[in-house]
């Protein structure tokens, strides 16, 4: 990672290829059922902790060298899908995600989440660190550009509720520069740690 310029970051724990097959079967097979939608593309699938936004790479190397102590002492393990999540709650349906059965492991990840949020809110220049989302697991499967019929919502979530997901292993967290191409971002690690309950991990 170079000092030098500025980097678009985020921190997340990525995905398994088991946990990806199986929603790129479900996703190929909603395509063609549904309405007109923005389908999400494998390499968004991950569980972001924190946006760190455009910063500096001095910055990113700063809350590199103080997040990589700090997650080793959070447990990870694994993550159970729970099923459809819809954004918003009300009104016209925008987002459709896959969202997380509360366990120990995800409240271990909020917990990750908020500490991450603190390390990045003394690391990184306040006017441009402006991420103040809590933290929810969950995978963005969709955007809808148009709206749909309540019933095509009604079908994602039975869908969704009734896919049968591979566990998650959330076991380490990645800190990714995401570089915004014609085809879509692309996300290139920068820092990665393994989790408690893993083999201790060193910053890539």
């Known amino acids: 990672m170079s000092d030098a310029g500025r980097v678009r970051a985020f921190l997340a724990v990525p995905s398994s290829q088991a946990w990806i097959e199986s929603a790129q079967d479900l996703v190929a097979r909603l395509h063609r059922s549904l309405p ?21 790479s001095v910055e990113a190397r700063r809350f590199a060298e103080e997040f990589g102590p700090a997650a080793r002492s959070f447990a990870g393990g694994e993550m159970s899908t729970s099923g459809a999540v819809v954004f918003p709650p009300h009104g016209p349906a925008r987002v459709l995600a896959a969202g997380f059965a509360s366990s120990a492991t995800t409240e271990s990840l909020v917990r990750l989440a908020r500490e991450a949020h603190s390390i990045a809110s003394r690391a990184i220049d306040r006017s441009t ?76």
């Open 36 to 56: 007109d939608a923005s389908w999400t593309k494998p390499t968004s699938w991950h569980l972001t902790l924190v946006f760190l936004g455009e910063i500096m």
């Open 129 to 204: 660190f402006t991420d103040h989302k809590p933290f929810h697991p969950h995978v963005t499967l969709a955007r809808i550009r148009r709206p749909w019929p309540p019933g095509s919502v009604d079908s994602f979530r039975k869908e969704l509720d009734a896919w049968k997901f591979p566990p998650w292993p959330a076991d380490r967290c990645v800190l990714y520069e995401s570089r915004l191409e014609r085809d879509g971002a692309v996300h290139t690690p920068m820092g990665e740690w393994n989790l408690a309950e893993s083999a201790p991990g060193v910053p890539a």
